[in-house]
């Protein structure tokens, strides 16, 4: 058979996290340059906010390595884990604006800027926007550096895509990303969900990802411009 198309294979879904598969761009190269800082803050602790999909758990998990701290969930925040918390070097405390305990934050706050650690707390919107009832909390999270993700670029966009057909075992050329940047939706969640759908679409089906196979995914009405 003519051609370098593969067929797809169901090997299981591997996101990489690792800090060489992080993608820099313009939108991103602030935050990421926060976490190459480390340690060498301003303030014990960094927000980093951004749209669902963006990239912060990616970059929170490479601070993670980095620092050789612990992650968890805010919903997963409770007094009684602050002392060995603040043990770590480093503690990163994702989604804090989706619902915390905030006296359980503020003390995590308090016993990690007393030990000289690090804490980064990840969000979809910067602190000064959180609904907080707790004003000392409110305060404190006030004064710490602030890093945002910004909307995806094109470079950005093409490299994603790139990464999560990778991730997949998938290997696609130029012509496959040159079709999907104009048609698809341009989020970072919508990425992720159509490669997934394109991945599921060519092993339910045993075909190679093809521009036929990417029209059947997008559907008839999809496509915004040109004809590909």
């Known amino acids: 058979m003519a051609g370098s198309a593969q067929l797809p294979l169901d090997l299981g879904h591997a996101p990489a996290f690792s800090a ?17 800082r480390w340690p060498h803050w301003p303030a014990s602790a960094l927000a980093l906010w951004g749209p669902p999909g963006c990239g912060k758990s990616h970059l929170a ?15 997963a925040l409770v007094d009684e884990d602050l002392p060995g918390l603040a043990e770590a070097p480093a503690v990163v405390v994702e989604d804090a604006d989706q619902g915390v305990d905030e006296a359980s934050l503020l003390h ?3 016993l990690i800027g007393e030990a000289r650690h690090h804490l980064l707390l990840t969000g979809r919107q910067p602190p000064a926007r959180w609904r907080l009832t707790l004003p000392d909390l409110r305060s404190r999270l ?21 990464k999560l057909f990778a991730d997949r075992q998938l290997r696609i050329g130029p012509e496959i990303v040159s079709f999907l940047l104009p048609r698809m939706e341009r989020s970072f969640d919508a990425v992720r969900a159509l490669v ?10 045993q075909r190679p990802v093809t521009i036929p196979l990417l029209r059947q995914v997008l559907g008839n009405g999809a496509a915004s411009s040109g004809d590909g």
């Open 142 to 162: 006030s004064s710490i550096p602030v890093a945002a993700i910004g909307a995806p670029d094109d470079g950005l966009l093409e490299a994603l895509l790139l």
């Open 108 to 110: 995590l706050y308090n």
């Open 196 to 205: 997934a759908a394109i991945d599921g679409a060519a092993l339910s089906g």
């Open 61 to 75: 998990e490479v601070f993670r390595q980095r620092s050789g701290g612990i992650r968890l969930a805010a919903a």
């Open 20 to 36: 060489s598969d992080f993608l820099v761009t313009g939108c991103n190269a602030e935050a990421n340059g926060w976490v190459e």
